[in-house]
C-alpha cells in the first residue's frame, strides 16, 4: 500500500512540474540508494537524459515566471500533454507498484493523478495572473516548484505521509475552485 501512495505521489507532483520530479528521481537513482528503476525506466538514470531534464527544467521554469499571461496560458496548453505523460512514467517506474497491478493500469493511474493536479492548477493560476496582473505568477510558481520537488522526496523517502500530503493538496485546490466558482457567483448577483 505504501509504493502505491509514494506512486501516487510522485505523479501528483509532476502535474505542478513535469521535470523537477522526472529530474529527482532520475539522480536519486543514479547516485543513491533511495530508488532502484528498473528496465526502461532506468533510462532516467542516463547522463544525456538528465541533462536534458535539466534544460526542459530551467525552460519550463523561466517561462512559468514570466508575469505576462500570455506566457503562462502558453506554458499551461504545452504542459497539458507533458505533465500527465510525465506523471504515468514515474507512476509506472515505482517498481513494486508495477509488479502487482498491470504496467497499463499503472499508467493511467499516473496519468490521471498528474492531470487533475495539473487541471486543478491550470484552472487558479489564471485567477491568480488576473488579480495580480500577473506578478503574482512568479511568487505562485516558485511555491508550486517548492511543493512539487517537497512531494517528489517525500513520496520516496518517506512514503506513509504522501498520503497526508497529497489529501492536503488537493484540499487546497478544492478550496480555490469553491471560493472561485463562489466569488463568480456573488459577482453575476
Known amino acids: 500500500m505504501i509504493e502505491v501512495l509514494a506512486a501516487f505521489g510522485l505523479a501528483g507532483a509532476t502535474g505542478l512540474n513535469a521535470y523537477l520530479p522526472l ?32 534544460i526542459l527544467l530551467a525552460i519550463e521554469m523561466t517561462v512559468d515566471k514570466i508575469p505576462a499571461p500570455a506566457a503562462d496560458t502558453a506554458n499551461d496548453i504545452i504542459q497539458t500533454v507533458i505533465r500527465p505523460a510525465a506523471g504515468a512514467i514515474l507512476f509506472a517506474a515505482s517498481g513494486n507498484v508495477i509488479s502487482e497491478m498491470s504496467p497499463v493500469f499503472a499508467m493511467i493511474c499516473g496519468l490521471l493523478m498528474a492531470s487533475g493536479v495539473h487541471v486543478a492548477k491550470a484552472t487558479v493560476r489564471p485567477a ?62
Open 23 to 54: 529530474l529527482i528521481v532520475g539522480l536519486l537513482a543514479r547516485y543513491t540508494d533511495l530508488i532502484t528503476l528498473q528496465t526502461p525506466w532506468n533510462a532516467l538514470e542516463n547522463p544525456w537524459v538528465l541533462g536534458v531534464l535539466v
Open 128 to 189: 491568480i495572473t488576473a488579480t495580480t496582473a500577473g506578478i503574482g505568477n512568479p511568487v505562485v510558481s516558485v511555491t508550486e516548484d517548492l511543493v512539487s520537488g517537497a512531494t517528489t522526496l517525500i513520496a520516496i523517502i518517506l512514503p506513509a505521509l504522501m498520503a497526508l500530503l497529497v489529501l492536503v493538496v488537493a484540499g487546497v485546490f478544492v478550496w480555490f475552485i469553491v471560493r472561485r466558482r463562489r466569488r463568480r457567483r456573488v459577482a453575476a448577483l
